[in-house]
């Protein structure tokens, strides 16, 4: 079932880094942030992680949790995360279970090829577990900002 804007979510279970369980349940009475991202230490994410990051204590001000989904694995985004030294965690969706449910699988074109790839997609869920804002395809510049601008106005409502 894809999650809709305006609803709640389903039920789901995901892992993440630090041996965290995610589940919409677990974190009712917060803001979460759900961002979908290509894939570990590429150049774009990267970026946008790092814009996540120096952003951390607005969002948590705000009452937000943020969790980053690739389908990189555990090892992939334990070093991801050091490296960085993200504040958040990062759901290893290898199965691509969470990318199906909230539809960010994409063909795309690289190098000519045709792979199936994640489009890069945030996602931003109220403290009633309601989905409230989704943004598709986006671009990292000025995103993280925009996410922000949206958890603050949820927390002012």
Not at 1 to 27: R, S
Not at 66 to 72: C, E, P, T, Y
Not at 73 to 86: T, Y
Request: hydrophobic letters at 45%.
């Amino acid at each position: 079932m894809t999650p809709v804007v305006n609803k709640a979510l389903p039920d789901f279970e995901a892992q993440a880094t630090n041996g965290v369980t995610f589940t919409p349940h677990a974190y009712i009475g917060k803001s979460v942030v759900l961002y979908f991202y290509p894939k570990d230490a590429t150049p774009g994410c990267t970026t946008e992680a790092m814009q996540f990051r120096d952003k951390h204590k607005e969002f948590v001000k705000a009452g937000a949790v943020i969790f980053g989904v690739s389908r990189d694995n555990m090892a992939s985004h334990d070093k991801f995360k050091a490296n960085l030294e993200l504040p958040f965690e990062l759901i290893a969706d290898t199965e691509e279970k969470l990318c199906h449910m909230f539809g960010v699988v994409k063909n795309k074109i690289m190098y000519g090829k045709k792979v199936k790839g994640i489009e890069r997609s945030t996602f931003l869920i109220d403290a009633e577990g309601v989905m409230r804002a989704e943004w598709r395809g986006i671009k990292v510049a000025g995103h993280v900002d925009e996410v922000l601008a949206a958890v603050k106005a949820l927390k002012a409502g």
